[in-house]
């Protein structure tokens, strides 16, 4: 057996890109103001919707144990946001 033959038998892994995400389309109109605020404006509503943040984010391959625990500490996080924003309501 070749090595050519052996590398053929062989499976052949591809990385899946990950789910695609799906939002409303970002938007900015072009005034008389001109261009340099419509840039500041997308890069505004980009940085809000974690565009870059998951693009970073999905720059290399991450193991699913390692998104397991990326995908808890982010609940945590948000559950204790809440649970701030709640109590500061109260008050």
């Not at 389309?25 to 103001?33: A, G, H, K, Q, T």
């Amino acid at each position: 057996m070749t090595m050519k033959e052996s590398t053929e038998s062989a499976p052949h892994h591809e990385i899946s890109p990950g789910k695609t995400i799906e939002g409303r389309p970002l938007e900015v109109s072009v005034d008389e103001r001109g261009i340099e605020r419509a840039i500041r404006q997308l890069k505004r509503k980009i940085a809000t919707e974690g565009v870059t943040k998951e693009l970073k984010r999905r720059k290399h391959y991450e193991k699913p144990s390692v998104r397991k625990r990326r995908k808890s500490r982010e609940a945590e996080r948000r559950r204790r946001r809440k649970e701030r924003r709640a109590q500061l309501a109260v008050r």
